[in-house]
């Protein structure tokens, strides 16, 4: 899983000595205008909210939220039992809701491999039976989230809740600028399976 952000445009500025202020000073500054222009406003793709926690126990009349397909069969998870794995968050723009929103979710990497499925294309289904293959190696090299969470309160279904994919465009704008990336944009979220 790549940890940085800006494909490939970081710059080790441990290595280059600055002999005086003024060359720091416009240094500095070439080089925020260079990360500006690029979109490389930052070091890391996601921060990591909290690491997995206890799976809690369904209760009563608790809502299926997501469910999984893997060898060992089917699994129903709930909206707690998703905040309870490893949760992440990184803004991006949300090319449907033409805003930029910071999500908070599930590494679909985490979600692969805590099921069983980790490796595989994975098929990512909507309420509305829409669906879109996930590559693996998308999945495994890139932080794509299924997030349940946007700007700190739960997704409704009016910003594409509860469940949804986001792609990391924000940190890998070249890479996700090409247009097949459009259609793994699924929202309402209720399955995920092996393709």
């Not at 002999?19 to 490389?40: E, F, H, I, R, Y």
């Not at 406003?41 to 909210?49: E, F, I, M």
């Not at 803004?91 to 449907?96: D, K, R, V």
Request: charged share 25%.
């Amino acid at each position: 899983m790549r940890t940085g952000g800006c494909e490939g445009n970081a710059l080790n500025l441990s290595l280059i000595v600055f002999p005086k202020t003024t060359a720091v000073s416009l240094t500095s500054a070439l080089l925020g205008l260079t990360l500006l222009l690029t979109g490389c406003d930052k070091k890391d793709d996601y921060a990591v909210v909290h690491e997995k926690q206890p799976q809690p126990a369904r209760t009563a009349g608790e809502k299926t939220m997501l469910q999984i397909v893997s060898p060992a069969g089917k699994t129903e998870l709930t909206l707690r039992q998703l905040q309870a794995m490893r949760t992440v968050r990184y803004a991006t723009e949300h090319g449907q809701l033409r805003r930029r929103i910071t999500y908070e979710g599930v590494l679909l990497s985490d979600l692969a491999r805590a099921y069983g499925i980790d490796g595989r294309d994975l098929r990512v289904e909507a309420l509305d039976n829409y669906g879109s293959v996930i590559d693996a190696a998308d999945y495994d090299e890139y932080p794509i989230m299924l997030a349940y969470r946007g700007d700190g309160k739960l997704l409704t279904f009016k910003e594409k809740g509860p469940l949804t994919i986001v792609l990391p465009t924000h940190a890998y704008p070249n890479h996700f600028a090409d247009h097949r990336y459009g259609s793994q944009w699924v929202w309402y979220v209720s399955r995920v399976q092996p393709k």
